[in-house]
């Protein structure tokens, strides 16, 4: 079982700041890595799929970068549509989704 | 565009089973892999396996190998979860969402809109 890990599980930040979010695999993955973007209520969206690859009409201040066992999520340039709760999740041996973290206002 | 349309709240007693289901529209049903997603109450994503609606393969987690059922009905466009044993832990809102596909195999991209199952005595 690959076991994906986040952090920080909370980060308090403000409009325009730059937003980093890690994530790590247990085993390596390559590059089968995806990143979600969660609002309460509301379904999972798709932001970045194959570590660096944004989704259709994902805006260019999400980015993506990693590959092997450590991933990063990057906002530059926060908005207030942003604050959410962001999931990475591994796809390359069956399907495993890392605890979350939140971002949320400061 | 692709909609994925779930049936509604459930509330079962525990021990019991529910059926949830996931009627697709906007793309060819057969050509991409459905998932289901199951998430607690204030936690994270948890995945619980995949169909193939074209044949009807499915693929389970372990931690609900034995418990959950998938199947899917081609004529319908619709997938279905059968959950069994129902536990009070079991109270979740649960996802259907369909696979990227082509190279991207096992990456959840649209989503439906969640239905919730509550356990309950």
């Known amino acids: 079982d690959n076991q994906m890990t986040q952090s920080p599980s909370t980060l308090s930040a403000s409009v325009g700041d730059k937003v980093t979010i890690t994530c790590r695999a247990s085993?390596?993955?390559?590059?089968?890595l995806a990143w979600y973007q969660q609002k309460p209520g509301k379904a999972p969206k798709l932001l970045i799929y194959?570590?660096?690859n944004l989704d259709i009409g994902v805006p260019s201040r999400f980015s993506g970068s990693g590959s092997g066992t450590e991933f990063t999520l990057t906002i530059s340039g926060l908005q207030p549509d942003d604050f959410a709760t962001y999931y990475c999740?591994?796809?390359?041996?069956?399907?495993?989704f890392g605890p979350g973290t939140k971002v949320d206002m400061k | 565009q692709v909609q994925l349309v779930q049936s509604g709240a459930e509330v079962k007693k525990p021990g019991a089973s529910v059926k949830v289901s996931c009627k697709a529209s906007?793309?060819?049903?057969?050509?991409?892999?459905m998932h289901w997603v199951r998430q607690a109450p204030g936690q994270g994503l948890e995945w619980m396996g995949a169909?193939?609606?074209?044949?009807?393969?499915?693929t389970y987690a372990d931690n609900f190998r034995g418990r959950v059922i998938m199947t899917s009905d081609t004529s319908t466009s619709t997938v279905h979860l059968e959950l069994t044993s129902l536990r009070s832990d079991d109270t979740a809102v649960f996802y259907c969402?369909?696979?990227?596909?082509?190279?991207?195999?096992?990456?959840?991209?649209?989503w439906g809109q969640g239905t919730l199952v509550t356990v309950s005595s």
């Open positions: 906007g793309y060819t049903f057969s050509d991409y892999y």
């Open positions: 085993q390596s993955i390559g590059d089968y």
């Open positions: 169909i193939n609606p074209s044949g009807g393969s499915a």
């Open positions: 969402a369909k696979d990227f596909g082509g190279v991207e195999l096992l990456l959840p991209s649209d």
């Open positions: 194959r570590a660096s």
């Open positions: 999740q591994q796809y390359n041996s069956y399907v495993t």
